[in-house]
């Protein structure tokens, strides 16, 4: 099975941060075979298969989705994308945040089945935070993706550039 995945870009804003900032992110050198592989996990653990349990199911999801968000990067806490706060104070408790919630994806991708697989795993984002943004996340778990972080007040940074993410157009 062959895959051909790409990175979608984000839209940025005009703002750029400073630039000695000491956040690093580096792409890891399989990030394109690590997404491929991840991917093809994805998609066969969506395969009609009877003998594997649902909540067996829903659990390799999870940790397919976690491979997917860690795939790009060669730290888990310094990914592409991450909060300004996370830029500027490196030296900070960091943790790696699912922007678009794990188990809300695993429950989409069972509802879209393989054939929907790609189009939701574009999704898929990891975005290193403060263990303090974390909190704040949780206030609003209500919310899916990027909009959690809007109402939580965080401004995401893309760090393979460091543009600020202009988050009002995504969901």
Known sequence: MSLKVEWPEEKARN???SKDAKYEFKVHES???????????VKLLLLEEPTILLE???EFLKLALWKITEAES??????????????????????HDHVFQRAKMAEELLAGGAQNAERI??????????KEEHKLLE??????GWQRYR???????????????DLAGFS
């Open 31 to 41: 990030a394109t075979q690590r997404l491929c592989s991840a991917t093809a996990l």
């Open 74 to 95: 060669v730290a888990k806490d310094r990914t592409r994308y991450c909060s300004a706060t996370a830029y500027k104070s490196p030296e900070s408790k960091l943790t």
């Open 56 to 58: 067996h199911r829903k």
């Open 139 to 144: 206030e609003h778990k209500d919310s899916y």
């Open 151 to 165: 109402r939580a007040g965080i401004t995401v940074v893309d760090a393979k550039n460091g543009k600020i993410l």
């Open 121 to 130: 795993l574009k999704k898929a984002k990891g975005c290193t935070i403060t």
């Open 15 to 17: 703002e750029t941060m």
